[in-house]
């Protein structure tokens, strides 16, 4: 049998050169690394390799099977040195990944790293906007972030509003501004941020509910200024009986009930109302003041039969300030202003009017005396 010695030798140099070169991880600075950020892996180069080598780190899957490994970073070495991995490929993030070292010439693969590695990507969510009404109930802002917010961050409050706590704006301190979310792994120092713009409309103000009473002789008056609390201007109001009005009560005209004032709510604010019932007094009626004249053989006459327009009886009257009875006796009674006065009934005040009587120049003419005529003839 012919056996080739310089061939066999030849191949056990190789066996020896292949058995000499190998490269092994290094232990890894950090075992939790961000998402997007680069990290390094230190190796171990032993024996020779050729120049233009390259050491190539592979990445397993979350279950830390090779299948086959995902390279995600390189250096063109023929020694010992780091790799720095600029990204993590496809790689989702979680937990149990590890890594291995490749040489490509000659060709060599490490075990797989001691230690498995987690891929920490922390997710605040996307940029929100939210449109509250300042008597609203209390809301968690997570809510109103985009995405799928990791529970657990911590909020800021970049308007200081004063509004926000651990996350929530409280009722009664409701108010709009700005409003930051921040999730960070400790271990990696990862963090991602997003923000909640707050928009806070103010609650309408249709004031508290009130009851008034007034005299049919009252003014008009503007009604929302008769409701308690401080009830907003430009509300619409709604008479007794369901009819728009302008919101000007005038006591002579409109009918005593309830009226009901609104304001418009911006969204999500609701329409707020309140009440204002209306009781109308009708003013005690003196009628118009008047006048009238007399001669002093006239027949007395009743001082209320000489004044203007329909005057209720029941009242009294005075003159000069004294009392006077109803009925002016001529003759007796001097001329002058005889008042007429009748008590009202709150918030009604008294009302009076006046008759001016004058004394006429009256002429007066003797009779003839038939009988004196009648001898004289």
Do not use: K
């Not at 056996?3 to 991880?25: E, K, N």
């Not at 005593?256 to 418009?264: E, L, M």
């Not at 003196?286 to 329909?310: E, H, K, M, R, W």
């Amino acid at each position: 049998m012919h056996i080739d010695r310089p061939s066999l030798v030849l191949s056990s140099i190789a066996i020896s050169l292949g058995t000499a070169a190998q490269v092994d991880v290094g232990p890894l600075p950090f075992t939790v690394w961000c998402a997007g950020s680069s990290f390094d892996v230190p190796f171990t180069a032993t024996g020779t390799f050729d120049p233009g080598n390259s050491f190539i780190v592979e990445l397993s899957d979350a279950s830390g099977v090779f299948a086959p490994g995902t390279p995600i970073g390189s250096l063109t070495s023929d020694v010992s040195g780091t790799v720095t991995c600029s990204n993590w490929g496809a790689a989702a993030p979680g937990a149990g990944y590890l890594v291995r070292m490749r040489s490509t010439s000659p060709a060599f693969t490490s075990a797989a790293s001691a230690s498995s590695l987690t891929l920490a990507a922390p997710n605040a969510g996307m940029d929100g906007f939210v449109t509250i009404c300042t008597n609203g109930a209390s809301i968690a802002l997570i809510n109103s972030l985009g995405g799928v917010p990791q529970p657990g961050g911590t909020w800021s409050d970049l308007s200081a509003t004063g509004a926000l706590v651990g996350g929530v704006l409280q009722i009664g301190v409701l108010t709009g501004g700005t409003y930051t979310f921040t999730y960070t792994v400790n271990e990696a120092g990862c963090t991602d941020a997003a923000t909640v713009t707050v928009v806070a409309n103010t609650a309408p103000d249709a004031g508290s509910n009130a009851v008034i009473a007034v005299c049919s002789t009252d003014p008009p008056f503007t009604m929302y200024q008769a409701l308690g609390g401080s009830p907003g201007a430009g509300g619409a109001w709604t008479s007794p009986a369901g009819a728009q009005m302008n919101g000007v009560f005038d006591p002579s005209t409109d009918p005593p009930g309830i009226y009901t004032y609104t304001v418009i709510g911006a969204p999500p604010c609701l329409n707020e109302t309140s009440t204002l019932v209306i009781t109308v007094t009708q003013a005690p009626n003196v009628g118009n003041d008047g006048s009238t004249s007399y001669c002093p053989t006239d027949a007395p006459f009743a001082l209320i039969g000489q004044l203007g327009g329909s005057p209720s009886p029941g009242g009294t009257w005075t003159f000069g300030g004294v009392a006077h009875g109803a009925v002016f006796v001529p003759g007796t009674d001097v001329p002058g202003e005889y008042v007429y006065t009748l008590p009202g009934t709150s918030p009604c005040s008294s009302a009076t009017s006046s008759l001016m009587v004058t004394l006429n120049s009256c002429v007066v003419t003797a009779p003839v005396n038939m009988g004196i005529q009648s001898v004289a003839e």
